[in-house]
């Protein structure tokens, strides 16, 4: 169900008028936020007969606390739903908010009958997402997933044909475009391209976000990443943004897996506390920036050697245009 609305909504993103884009979107996100969960009561989540393009160990890694953990069961539904196959769903919760795992919502404590994972851990904040599950699972494709979204259920059947077309990239649906200044340093970060859109090809200056899911091929993030003093220290609330350097301090390139972006369908009343409105509403994601950049000033060389190469590449398709 899923699935067929949000191709109608990027059919219409990507052929029609954008007015009439509009209309279609506000009627395919309000048919995911209020059939899902009446549908999903009556899905067969049992492991059916699965897509498998792949023989890596794919893992599915999510966190959640007290205030979603009512309503997280829907996204778990959604990925029980997928294409593909998954050999892990893992629900990190802080045991900091729940000591035993008992004491969780009956919603989610179902969901474990179709193999959901749920592990108690120190609370790393939304840094919970990744951390044990990269930690523990090395050679695992690793992808993360928000707690309070609709995903289609062919979300992990793209990320793992995306994965096997750029095997060394880190492949997302949604993701920042980095801007450097005149001077070559990184842009503040409201001055990025958000929700950028363009060709469809690796670039170092792709920056994931989380809510639509991004692929982490083994290896794709330094030995750094599990640095906890370092993450809490310079961006406790900016996951995404450490990722990012992690990968840059391995010249990993991105890839956007769409030239055109469209939203996902969010749970009703889970947005009320979220790291978008904290951190960008208070500015704070230009603050974490600047202190990631501060203390890893060496990624700032990596863009510079990648902008000079993508500034020749882009003169050079000029030179050909006017030939």
Not at 40 to 64: A, G, H, P, V
Not at 203 to 218: A, E, K, M, R, W
Request: glycine share 4%.
């Amino acid at each position: 169900m899923i699935k067929k609305l949000y191709n109608l909504m990027y059919y219409a993103r990507t052929h029609s008028s954008d007015t009439f884009y509009k209309v279609i979107k506000k009627l395919c996100i309000s048919a995911v936020e209020n059939l899902f969960p009446i549908v999903s009561i009556f899905y067969n989540y049992e492991q059916n007969r699965k897509i498998n393009l792949t023989d890596k160990q794919i893992i599915i890694s999510l966190t959640s606390y007290s205030i979603r953990l009512n309503k997280v069961h829907l996204t778990i539904k959604t990925l029980l739903r997928q294409t593909h196959r998954i050999d892990k769903i893992i629900l990190w919760v802080s045991n900091e908010e729940y000591k035993k795992i008992n004491d969780l919502p009956k919603k989610i404590l179902k969901l474990q009958r179709y193999g959901l994972q749920i592990k108690l851990c120190e609370d790393l904040k939304s840094h919970k997402k990744y951390y044990y599950t990269l930690l523990e699972n090395p050679d695992a494709i690793t992808i993360t997933v928000d707690d309070d979204t609709y995903y289609p259920e062919d979300l992990i059947e793209t990320l793992i044909k995306g994965h096997l077309k750029y095997p060394k990239s880190i492949c997302c649906l949604r993701g920042h475009y980095i801007n450097l200044n005149k001077e070559l340093n990184v842009d503040n970060y409201d001055k990025w391209n958000m929700e950028y859109e363009g060709e469809i090809k690796e670039s170092i200056f792709i920056c994931p976000t989380g809510c639509q899911g991004v692929l982490y091929p083994p290896g794709a993030l330094n030995r750094e990443v599990f640095n906890i003093d370092k993450f809490k220290m310079l961006c406790p609330k900016a996951d995404d943004l450490w990722l990012k350097i992690m990968a840059l301090k391995n010249t990993t390139s991105s890839v956007l897996l769409r030239e055109r972006a469209i939203p996902f369908a969010t749970i009703k009343g889970s947005q009320g506390i979220s790291l978008e409105k904290q951190n960008n509403g208070n500015k704070e994601n230009d603050i974490q920036l600047k202190h990631l950049l501060e203390n890893y000033p060496e990624v700032i060389k990596v863009l510079r050697n990648h902008y000079d190469k993508s500034h020749l590449e882009n003169l050079n398709k000029k030179d050909k245009i006017l030939l």
